[in-house]
């Protein structure tokens, strides 16, 4: 595991599964973010025990240990039909992670614009320059002041005109 690390001056970085094989590298994110204070680099946890995952249901240190072992798992599995793609460990860790949801929810606005902020979601396969994830992050910190400001809770069925008049 390791952070991404955020883009200007956000408190918090994204935490990243690396996982190399076979000369192919996943590089998985789950959503999950902290304070890079927080961060232990040397055992590649956080740093509490007490920290939680965003919904407050699992201990963050333990969603990583159940995250690790199920990506060895799942390796080990699809390594006796031959070497795995990365977009079938990338499917089955999804799959593990949605599995108490049944179905895999569509992405929540926040976390597509987080995407956007990390460069993962790139222009005709070329990174974006340091200047325009700035101004996304910045973007995201409009939209999160003007939810807290009016309660317009922000997704994507009520961007509409009534959003635009506010």
Known sequence: FYLKKPPGK????????????????????FGQKINPQDWS?????????????????YALNELLDKLEKHCLKVYQEELGKGVPPVAVLKFRLDAFLHQQQGKK??????Q???????GEI??????KSRNTLK?????????EAFDIRTR???HFE????????R
């Not at 040397?42 to 919904?55: A, F, H, W, Y």
């Not at 597509?112 to 990390?118: A, G, K, S, V």
């Not at 101004?135 to 939209?143: D, E, P, Q």
């Open 10 to 29: 956000l408190p918090y970085a994204l935490i990243y599964l690396q996982f190399k094989y076979n000369g192919r590298k996943l590089v998985y994110s």
């Open 41 to 57: 680099k040397t055992i590649k946890r956080v740093k509490s025990n007490r920290q939680t995952i965003l919904d407050g249901q």
């Open 105 to 110: 929810k569509e992405p929540i606005f926040y």
């Open 112 to 118: 597509l614009i987080d995407r956007f902020i990390t």
């Open 122 to 127: 790139k222009n005709k396969g070329k990174e």
């Open 135 to 143: 101004n996304y992050a910045t973007l995201k910190t409009h939209l």
């Open 152 to 154: 317009y809770h922000i």
């Open 158 to 165: 009520n961007i509409n005109l009534d959003f635009f008049h």
